[in-house]
């Protein structure tokens, strides 16, 4: 069994990553969510949200053992800027998903993405000791592409016309990055 803290905190070069807490969920944090430029390539932009289901939700996967949810905090202005995730994690294969949200627009193309995936690939790597992390990301959003290939992700193929953007099919960017 991989040894997962729920409550983690780990410090990366601009921001710091730290377990997701129900007091984080802000009007700010929900207008993130329900913002149609914010949520362009999140699956959770077909619902609308409010405190009540955000808090649910947030509880739900805190609870859920095979998924790490952590807050962006800024180490500048310690503001919560976009969460970050590794889930689910496959405990036989020891293989992860990452996924994350830059919520705060100002903090946009500034690193701060870059930052958190190398910070949360490298604890994957180190202290849950995981053989591979990876993500899907849509062929569109080239800010997130270009942050995973920074920190040494590599483009594995393609899942052609596979997701619905603005009434046309995308295709799904597979990235992943090996324990070596």
């Keep these: 069994m991989l040894k997962m803290e729920k409550e983690v905190e780990i410090n990366g070069n601009r921001v710091y990553l730290r377990s997701i807490k129900i007091s984080d969920v802000t009007k700010e ?8 430029k914010i949520n362009q390539f999140l699956e959770s932009r077909f619902m609308k949200h ?4 955000t808090k649910k939700y947030i509880q739900k996967i805190k609870n859920n053992e095979n998924f790490i949810f952590l ?3 800024r180490k500048d202005n310690e503001k919560h800027i976009g969460n970050i995730k590794i889930g689910p994690i496959d405990e036989q294969h ?3 998903e990452i996924g994350l949200m830059i919520g705060d627009k100002k903090s946009w193309g500034k690193g ?3 930052d958190a995936i190398k910070t949360l690939t490298e604890y994957a790597f180190e ?3 995981l053989h591979k992390v990876f993500a899907g990301v849509y062929q569109n959003n080239m800010g997130s592409i270009k942050a995973f290939q920074k ?3 590599f ?4 899942r052609k016309k596979h997701y619905l953007y603005k009434n046309e099919y995308v295709d799904l960017v597979l990235l992943g990055k090996i324990n070596s």
């Design 151 to 153: 920190v040494g992700f």
């Design 155 to 158: 483009i594995e193929g393609n």
């Design 71 to 73: 807050a962006i905090i």
């Design 127 to 129: 202290d849950l000791k």
């Design 29 to 36: 944090y929900v207008s993130w969510l329900n913002s149609n």
């Design 112 to 114: 701060f993405a870059t």
């Design 94 to 96: 020891k293989i992860g």
């Design 50 to 53: 409010n405190l009540s289901s």
